[in-house]
């Protein structure tokens, strides 16, 4: 249960910090398999590809995509990036990362939406490479916060 490195850590972990210090130690755990990541230089990301079946979105379905979730965007988040252009880069960047028959803004909550994108090496999160508003350098963004 929440051991999957694509989606959200553990809420327990968070409470009690000692769920990941004993997943760490469990008897078992999966080693790093080198065909299924691939180095992105100077980027502290790699590429990690599930062992489902992957097939990427069309840059005109990636566009659709951003325009059906931006009906769900809160206002907050349209205040952080400050302009649409912004968000959409960032929508773009999600929608390019998973399977174009997988949505996790309008999907079913009973499915899993696998990564496909980039991945934090240290820790093996799924991430994205953003300029933020106000910052000039792409920073590491995870994508399930």
Request: charged letters at 35%; a neutral charge.
């Given at each position: 249960?929440?051991?999957?490195?694509?989606?959200?850590?553990?809420?327990?972990?968070q409470?009690?910090?000692e769920?990941?210090?004993?997943?760490?130690?469990?008897?078992?755990k999966?080693?790093k398999?080198?065909?299924?990541q691939?180095?992105?230089k100077g980027?502290?990301?790699?590429?990690?590809?599930?062992?489902?079946n992957?097939t990427p979105?069309?840059?005109e379905?990636?566009?659709?995509?951003v325009?059906?979730?931006?009906?769900?965007v809160?206002s907050r988040?349209?205040?952080?990036?400050g302009?649409?252009a912004?968000?959409?880069?960032v929508?773009?960047?999600v929608?390019k990362?998973?399977?174009?028959?997988a949505?996790?803004v309008l999907g079913?909550?009973?499915?899993?939406?696998?990564?496909?994108g980039?991945?934090?090496?240290e820790d093996?999160?799924a991430?994205?490479?953003i300029?933020?508003?106000?910052?000039?350098?792409?920073?590491?963004t995870?994508v399930?916060?």
């Amino acid at each position: 249960m929440f051991q999957c490195k694509m989606c959200s850590e553990n809420p327990f972990e968070q409470m009690f910090g000692e769920a990941k210090k004993q997943g760490k130690d469990r008897p078992g755990k999966k080693k790093k398999d080198p065909d299924r990541q691939k180095a992105t230089k100077g980027t502290g990301l790699s590429s990690r590809k599930h062992t489902t079946n992957w097939t990427p979105r069309s840059e005109e379905e990636v566009q659709q995509t951003v325009k059906k979730w931006e009906e769900y965007v809160h206002s907050r988040a349209r205040d952080f990036f400050g302009s649409d252009a912004k968000l959409e880069e960032v929508l773009s960047e999600v929608a390019k990362g998973i399977d174009r028959n997988a949505d996790p803004v309008l999907g079913s909550s009973d499915d899993c939406v696998y990564w496909h994108g980039g991945v934090k090496t240290e820790d093996d999160q799924a991430a994205i490479r953003i300029i933020k508003p106000g910052e000039t350098e792409e920073s590491t963004t995870y994508v399930n916060r």
